[in-house]
């Protein structure tokens, strides 16, 4: 995400490279780069021009540290000043409530059924709800299905009214369904138009005035950039809703919707979606995004998620074995298995701090899913002693993953050469102990 804006920014600031000090002239040529980043990432030109003069001010009025030279003064200043544009401080979602009542809002398209998928999955795996999804669009069809269909593969119940017409009454009645079942969090999927109309703003209202929701989500395809701020805005006039939700902030996009939708709506981004799997769902908060943005990493998201998603008993029975050497291939598929369940390995590298060139690196999941099948076609023997694998097994394996002997043979190699640096570290690890 915000590939191209990264890119940019950081030749913008490399104008100051080599400069002992911070003038008027180098921080004008910087800042009118910057200023183009932003343009080029869909900003609109009146906020893009506040935020370039409000970043010149600060940066005339600064000494430069001794610690500091001013290319890295400049970034500091961008950085804080980006987090700001995009809200500052982190704000959390409003679950409080017997039950909680969350109701989602935005146009057919934006991905509302998804995230409220989404959102429900996290409720119930991060914070231990028990949530209820609630099918209100009652125009489309479809999206009553989908909703069935994404309930059911995250264990949550969906609530439906066969035949019924009317959105107002069908919020009304989940909740007290989920009072009555036990459920802790009502999620209110709403309809949607192509675009936006009186009606779907009425019915929208009437809604939200019906079940006095804890919380309103507009959520929003941030791939339609300056569009998305409009609609935002739109909503908001009518909703006055608590918090917006980004979605497809892993496509091609320019990310002006994520910059600026604060600054417009003055309300937080509180979600943005990062692919389709019901896990690729990320809490927004403005001063990590800046940290991404500007290729310094989100090492703290990085950890949180590896809390979250790794089994810890699992890990450390992994560590005992690499120390061991008895790591195999079994281990080894539960590593890959693991790893995958954090997310898209683009995104996760750039949560790394000075991994920015990462990005040139062909990361090829595809070749994960190979090396999966792989193991996958071995018996579990094959798996626990890789030595036993003569020609003919590695071509019975190739066989049944659908791969070639040579795709067999690298991983093989690979394995064997893992195993080789598992078993010097495992020796350094034991000479280190007192």
Not at 8 to 32: Q, W
Not at 166 to 194: F, M, Q, W, Y
């Amino acid at each position: 995400m915000f590939e191209s804006l990264s890119e940019k920014l950081d030749r913008s600031f490399k104008i100051l490279k080599g400069h002992g000090h911070i003038t008027e002239i180098n921080v004008a040529e910087t800042l009118k780069e910057v200023r183009k980043a932003l343009l080029d990432a869909d900003v609109s030109y009146k906020i893009a021009k506040q935020f370039t003069e409000k970043v010149k001010e600060q940066a005339m009025g600064q000494n430069v540290l001794n610690a500091f030279s001013p290319g890295q003064l400049m970034i500091k200043i961008v950085h804080d000043d980006l987090a700001e544009l995009m809200g500052g401080d982190h704000v959390d979602i409003n679950i409080k409530g017997s039950p909680a009542v969350i109701l989602i809002a935005g146009l057919q398209g934006s991905g509302k059924t998804t995230f409220s998928a989404k959102l429900a999955n996290y409720l119930k795996t991060k914070k231990g709800k028990r949530p209820l999804l609630v099918a209100g669009d009652v125009y489309r069809p479809a999206a009553i299905n989908q909703l069935q269909v994404l309930g059911e593969q995250i264990g949550v119940e969906v609530y439906t009214e066969e035949g019924s017409k009317e959105p107002v009454k069908i919020a009304k009645n989940s909740i007290s369904h989920a009072r009555n079942h036990g459920c802790d969090i009502v999620i209110v999927d709403t309809a949607g138009r192509l675009a936006i109309d009186a009606e779907m703003m009425n019915e929208i209202s009437n809604v939200k005035d019906a079940i006095n929701p804890q919380e309103t989500l507009f959520v929003v395809d941030s791939m339609t950039g300056q569009d998305a701020v409009n609609t935002a805005k739109a909503f908001h006039d009518k909703l006055n809703f608590d918090g917006v939700v980004l979605t497809k902030l892993d496509g091609d996009t320019r990310g002006g919707a994520a910059l600026t939708i604060r600054s417009v709506v003055t309300k937080p981004i509180k979600f943005v979606g990062i692919g389709e799997k019901m896990e690729a769902l990320d809490v927004f908060y403005p001063n990590r995004m800046a940290d991404r943005i500007l290729g310094m990493g989100d090492i703290v998201s990085l950890v949180e998620k590896a809390q979250t998603d790794i089994d810890v008993e699992e890990a450390a029975k992994l560590e005992e074995k690499m120390l061991k050497n008895t790591f195999d291939l079994e281990d080894f598929k539960q590593q890959l298995k693991q790893l995958k369940t954090m997310g898209p390995l683009g995104d996760l590298m750039s949560m790394i701090p000075g991994a920015k060139g990462i990005k040139d690196v062909d990361i090829d999941e595809k070749r994960l899913t190979r090396i999966e099948a792989i193991i996958n076609s071995m018996t579990l023997v094959e798996r626990r002693k890789p030595q036993v694998l003569n020609g003919s097994r590695r071509k019975r394996i190739a066989t049944g993953s659908g791969t070639k002997v040579q795709d067999v043979n690298q991983l093989i190699k690979q394995f064997q050469s893992m195993r080789k640096m598992m078993k010097k570290f495992g020796r350094g690890m034991k000479g280190m102990k007192l």
